[in-house]
């Protein structure tokens, strides 16, 4: 695999889904002490021009504890963004400065148009409702280290699927694992695009959450994504269409675990936080681990 950007979770084939998986377990293997040594004297630049805790931060965290450093901007109100840059001259410009550009943009394309700008290599942390890599690629990891494995496994894809960038990321990407069935839940408005929907991926849509609980090895959850909405008075009726809770959960199947690309506002209640089926902050701590291997070889240090 060789790649200059990661822009698009479509851009790559099962091969390349696996060695990003493979470098993270082999990063995983490494202890943390000597995990410093691997990315001295780098720097990464964190461009995000829409909000996020863990993206941000997990990418920071990542960069300092393989011995590089970062600088950046997280809201351009302080930058020249605001004065009317535009993001070929932003990164034009930070290029000089970093050795690879992470960047979120509520854009869509807007990644793409950076990596096209940039020397350095790109990496896309989300634009708009299109394409959020590095979070597949961390659900992925995350599936596979609950599991065992990426394939033969059936899973419920849970509340905004029309704009989760993370879920048709997902959706895609698993589904080149083979024999995996997906459950996709979703007020009629927020449906699955059929643009996403190939004729060999299995699923079946449905409106009911509690029905397919019962059947599934992970149910993905996701929020409801006010800022994607273009009319408030759409958001007001599905805002509150699933809320997971513990007692919801009694009939999962044992190893069933649930996940969520965070942050969640309602639809999973605090008490699923201490049952054994919650999975999400596993999710949070392998976004580091994931991140620190995307790092390294679209540094160069690892093929
Ligand atoms: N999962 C995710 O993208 O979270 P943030 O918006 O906090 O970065």
Not at 285 to 299: C, D, F, P, S
Request: a neutral charge; aromatic letters at 8%; one cysteine or more.
């Amino acid at each position: 695999m060789k790649r200059k950007d990661l822009l698009s979770a479509q851009d790559l084939s099962l091969e390349d889904l696996q060695h990003y998986l493979d470098l993270a377990g082999r990063i995983e293997a490494i202890p943390p002490v000597d995990r410093r040594g691997l990315l001295p004297g780098k720097i990464l630049a964190t461009l995000f021009y829409e909000p996020s805790t863990r993206t941000r931060l997990s990418f920071d965290s990542a960069m300092h504890r393989l011995g590089g450093s970062v600088l950046g901007f997280s809201g351009h109100e302080a930058t020249s963004v605001s004065k009317g840059e535009t993001i070929r001259d932003t990164v034009r410009t930070v290029e000089n400065y970093a050795d690879i550009i992470v960047i979120r943009h509520p854009r869509e394309g807007s990644a793409r148009i950076a990596a096209e700008a940039a020397r350095v290599p790109v990496i896309n942390a989300g634009d708009g409702a299109n394409q959020h890599p590095t979070q597949t690629l961390l659900d992925l990891y995350t599936i596979l280290k609950f599991l065992g494995r990426l394939s033969d496994l059936r899973i419920a894809l849970v509340g905004d699927l029309k704009y989760s960038r993370t879920v048709h990321s997902l959706f895609r990407a698993l589904h080149l694992f083979g024999n995996v069935e997906f459950v996709l839940v979703s007020p009629p408005s927020l449906a699955l695009p059929d643009y996403l929907k190939s004729p060999d991926h299995r699923f079946y849509e449905t409106h009911e959450l509690e029905g397919a609980l019962g059947t599934c090895d992970i149910v993905y959850m996701t929020r409801i994504q006010r800022e994607r909405f273009p009319d408030a008075v759409d958001y007001e009726k599905v805002k509150d269409a699933y809320r997971l809770e513990a007692s919801m959960l009694e009939g999962a199947r044992p190893g069933c675990r649930v996940l969520h690309p965070l942050p969640r506002v309602n639809e999973i209640a605090p008490d699923v936080d201490s049952t054994p089926h919650s999975g999400y902050f596993e999710q949070v701590a392998y976004g580091v681990t994931v991140r620190q291997a995307i790092l390294l070889h679209h540094l160069g240090v690892w093929a």
